[in-house]
T-cell receptor
């Protein structure tokens, strides 16, 4: 089946540090990748939709200059949290789809970010 | 009004019980519907898609009522391993397709 990996699974960093999270589709080509954030006891919130080779589409309220997304290939998308602050501490999850999200999205295992 | 609403629970049931979760959605243009399961501190995993005619997968039955904008999930003969949060998810039509997630319903199956 379709497998999506994320790296790292855990990050603890100091305030002001930039953190890069990788999302890879291991056995299929992902036309579209999605980045979500989930705070404790909250639902998943879509941050941005990323299509290979083009600029990401950000959801309202998500700062594109703070959350940099690069989708340079059909198997890799990266999310960089620039100058992270404690309020950015969250569970970041990516998903990948072969059809722009119309069909099943396959989720990565998530990355827990703790900013001190 | 939230786009997708669920009773957060928690639902505490004994093993073998039948439990039902409900979900309502606000956007009548919604086209696809899903139930996901999320274990504590893990990513969500697709449990089943929900079709207009209703569908069953083993102990799990999902139903959709488009007129009432209502989705349900029934779990029969619940197992300890069914303990998780169940997320109702809706895919809205249009050029900017995306999944809209409910807050989830927490289920604890007790021995």
């Amino acid at each position: 089946g379709a497998v999506v990996s994320q790296h790292p699974s855990w990050v603890i960093c100091k305030s002001g540090t930039s953190v890069k999270i990788e999302c890879r589709s291991l056995d299929f080509q992902a036309t579209t990748m999605f980045w979500y954030r989930q705070f404790p006891k909250q639902s998943l919130m879509l941050m941005a939709t990323s299509n290979e080779g083009s600029k990401a589409t950000y959801e309202q309220g998500v700062e594109k200059d703070k959350f940099l997304i690069n989708h340079a290939s059909l198997t890799l998308s990266t999310l960089t949290v620039t100058s992270a602050h404690p309020e950015d501490s969250s569970f970041y999850i990516c998903s990948a789809s072969t059809s722009g999200g119309r069909e099943t999205q396959y989720f990565g295992p998530g990355t827990r970010l703790l900013v001190l | 009004r939230k786009e997708v609403e669920q009773d957060p629970g928690p639902f505490n049931v004994p093993e073998g019980a039948t439990v039902a979760f409900n979900c309502t959605y606000s956007n009548s243009a919604s086209q696809s519907f899903f139930w996901y399961r999320q274990d504590c501190r893990k990513e969500p995993k697709l449990l089943m898609s929900v079709y207009s005619s209703g569908n069953e997968d083993g102990r799990f039955t999902a139903q959709l009522n488009r007129a009432s904008q209502y989705i349900s999930l029934l779990i029969r003969d619940s197992k300890l391993s069914d303990s998780a949060t169940y997320l109702c998810v809706v895919n809205v039509a249009g050029n900017n397709r995306k999944l809209i997630w409910g807050l989830g319903t927490s289920l604890a199956v007790n021995p």
